[in-house]
Structures are given as C-alpha cells and as structure tokens.
C-alpha cells in the first residue's frame, strides 16, 4: 500500500475544501494533501457559465444522487446533483452568489456558536470575493472569486420582471449582499471574464504552483484511520490501488453535506445501534451524525410569452450558434450567464420579521420534462418563462445514513420535506404573490397565459397537490454534521469533532440552520473561517 506523508490532509476539493488547502498553503513549511474522488475541471460545461446544464446529469463531474421516495412530494424521488469534480458544486451550479441574511449568523451565535455572528463572518466573505462592481462597506474586491453583477446582460424579459416586482408592492434592491436582503432585482454570479469562477479556479489552481500543495484525483477516501482516540489519517481507493495519507497535524474533512456524514459513519463515527447493524465497529459514539438535514425546496408558475424568450435561443440549433459565436467573439451573451437571471426575497406576509421566500425569475420555460429533471438546451418550443419560488427557512429536518459498508454505494437520503407544515404553508402563500406579479406591467403586456397549474386552480387542496406533484431540490443540502455548543452536536463551534483529536469538519454540513437562499457563497466563507480557526491550533 503507497504510503502519502503530509501535515494536512484534506478530503474533498469542493467548494470550502478548496479554500482550506489553499490558505493552509500560503503557510511556510506546511505540506498540504487533497483529496478529491473527482477529476479536472477543464470541461466546457463546467468552464462555460451555461454548462451547467450539461453538467447536471453528467456521470464524470456530477455523483447523481437520489433521494428516498419521499412522502411529501407523492411518493416521488427527488434529484440531488453535487460535484465530482475538482471545485465541486461550485464547478456545476448555476452561480448564483448569496450570502445570506445578516440574522442568520447571528442566530447561529446567539444559539451559542460563538463566533458566527455576522460581524464575525462579514470579513470573512469580504476576503473570498472579487466584486466587479468595486468595494463598499459591504463588498470588496481582489479576492479569489470572481463576483459580478449582471443587470446590463440579462434578458429584457428579466427587466420586465423586475419592474413588474415593483408595481406590484416589492421594493428594488440592488444588491442583496448589501446592507439588506429583501427586495428584488438582478442576482449576481460567480463568473470572471466570461468564464465560471469556481473554487478550484479561484483557490485551487493558483495554489498548486506551490510545492507544499499536492493534490489526488480520482481518490475514493474510504475510511479515516486512528491511533486511539486521534485520527491521523486517510485510506483511499483509485481503481483497483488502495493508498494511505498519514497527516502529521490535522485531517480536515471537506466532502460535502452527503460526502462528510458517509466518510464519519463509514469509518465508525456516527449512531452505534445503525453502524453495529452493518458490522461497522463504533470508534466514537456520536449519533447526530447524518441528522439535522436540511434543503430548500422549491417550484414553479409557467407562462407563455407573445415575445422571444432564451427558449428560442436555446433551444433551436440557430439561436444556439448565434449564441455560441457571440460568446467566443466576446465571452458575453447567454452562453455566459446563469438562466436565475432576476428574483429576490420576500415576505409570506407582513407579520413576519424577514423575509422567508426566495423569487426566481427564468426567461425560459420547460413544461415536457419531469420536476427537477430539466435540461437548459431543451426548453419548450414556445416562448415561455417561469417565476419559481423557494422556502428561506425550511422546519422540515431529515436524515442520511450509509446503507452498507461499502464506500462505494449511495447513503439512504432521508430529507422529510413538508414533514414540517409550515413548510407548506409558505408555499401556498407564495402563489398569490407570484400571480400578483405576473399580473403586473410590463410583464402582464408580453403574458399569453399561465399554463401551469393554469389560473383555475385557486383552491387550497388543487394548489397543494401541485406543490406536491412539481416541488424538487433546489441543491442546498447541509446540516448532517452540524456544530453547536452542547455536546451531544457533531462539531464544536471551533469545527473540531467532538470526540476526537486531529480532525476538523469544513464545509456546509457544519451549518446549523439553513442560510437564506443560495450555499455556495456560504460554504466557501466556511471554507476561509476553518483556515483561520485550522492554522491557529497546527
């Protein structure tokens, strides 16, 4: 068995992985390992800012994983791609950069994870980011990740959304990482140059011109190693060769809200009944392991437009080679933008006291496709557009827990949605304002017709069962090893597992409760915090 010796490893080259080995790095006479079960990131669906949608079901840079049939959603399974990939789900999402609201760190705080509040974590964001626009109290410029913001490029469908908002009762705001996140407007992405800002092109790639990083491709890590109560290292599999990682200093575990949870159970770290069953031998009793998992969910209104939408642009081979030639002459046009071009954050209703509800505003439509399974380059042959809407603050917990002691097989995800009924709730109070909306000028001048659920379905039971029929992931897993301050919490709020000297968790499973909105810029804020908190105990 090859023998790797380093001072940090760490497991996973997604999106706060990444940032950890980058900044531990930068540290003279630190021998930094990665891990990453993925490959390169060179594709052009994940270089491109629109390939994401070639990446969502692609088996070399996505896991493609499933969840259990779910009660909540009519017996459905729900879709969950996450990154394979060297950068991870910041290699294939739909770079959407929020960082959430103000409030929620500072709950996180005031639930005793010292240290988390939002004046701790401002900096901390302010460090990862390279906004565009330039700098204020609130952003900055020169970090690693490119941040830009898109009002001038995107779809003239998108302003019209917008103003509707407005005329509707929404105020606009301009920046929602800025001093307040409600309102609406135009989302900002993580693109530079016409091309994805990924961790791995931010963090990852610069980093390794330094000798002391070294990074694995293609690494199943299957199991943690220990002496006593210390982890001290890692066990990975590349083909048919098993390797070991022994890290003198720390092992930092980076692999994701499904990633994290499996390697802990997989290595005896998790609830002793469930592991006992599967002839796993208990090395630390720690049974909320896997629990506390937490999503937003979300789906759609659509509507037929009597004006050209991306549909035609995307989805006929004419639009798509106007498109392609715009964004090689010029690196700008659809091809380099997200298609969650506008949205914003509301509230339910005016008793509550921030906003609870995620606006996603499309210019393109997909009525042919099962919910969660869209492709970008297949949208309706008509001229379409959506409004969907997403939960901030989701009640519903599930679980996720491995099914055997093989590496290799998918865990059981277990996310209960609408479990909580709050959670549907705030759906269906969602309806009545997206329609309000869509009733506005301009966007009511250019709307044929509401085709789905179809402006006859008002009634509550007609409205819940297509919540149930339709609602998918919206990809913001987290919480299966969440940090709190008692001791009964997988991770203490410094991002040790309790229980056990040399190992950190780092990335969005340590999250206690949901952000508002998208993870990524979350996660690799995470990713910046742990290297500071990591680099301070070496």
Known sequence: ???????????????????????????????????????????????????????FYHPRLNWRYYTEPEEGLGGRTAYWPRGKVIGGSSSINAMVFIRGQADDYDRWAAAGCEGWSYSD?????????????????????????????????VHALSHSFVNAAQAAGHRLNPDFNGATQEGVGFYQITTRGGFRSSAAAGYLRPAMRRRALRLETGALVTRLTFDGRRCTGVEFVRGDTRSRVRATRQVVLSAGAIGSPQILQLSGIGDRARLGSLGIETIHSSPMVGQNLQDHIGFDLVYEATVPTLNATLGRWVGRMGAGLRYVITRGGPLSLSVNQA?????????????NLQLYFSPLSYTKTLPGKRRLMRPDAFAGFMIGISNCHPKSRGELHIRSSDPVEAPSIRPNYFSAEEDMAELLASVPIMRAIAARAPLSEITKAELKPGPAVTERAALVDYIRAVTGSVFHPCGTCAMGPEESAVT????????????????????PQITSGNLNAPALMIGEKAADLIAARL
């Open 1 to 55: 068995m090859e023998t790797i010796d380093c001072d940090v490893v760490v497991v996973g080259a997604g999106s706060s992985g990444c940032v950890v080995a980058a900044r531990l790095a930068e540290r003279a006479g630190l021998r930094v390992c990665v891990l990453e079960a993925g490959g390169g990131d060179l594709s052009p669906w994940v270089r491109i800012p629109i390939g994401y949608g070639g990446a």
């Open 121 to 153: 974590v401002l900096p901390y964001f302010k460090r990862l980011e390279d906004n565009l626009a330039g700098s204020d109290e609130w952003r900055s410029t020169g970090g690693p990740i490119g941040v830009k913001e898109t009002s001038t490029e």
């Open 343 to 355: 949205g914003g954050f509301i509230r339910s209703d005016a008793g509550r006291d921030r906003p």
């Open 492 to 511: 203490a709020p410094d991002l040790r597992l309790r229980g056990i000297e040399g190992l950190t968790v780092a990335d969005a499973s340590i999250i």
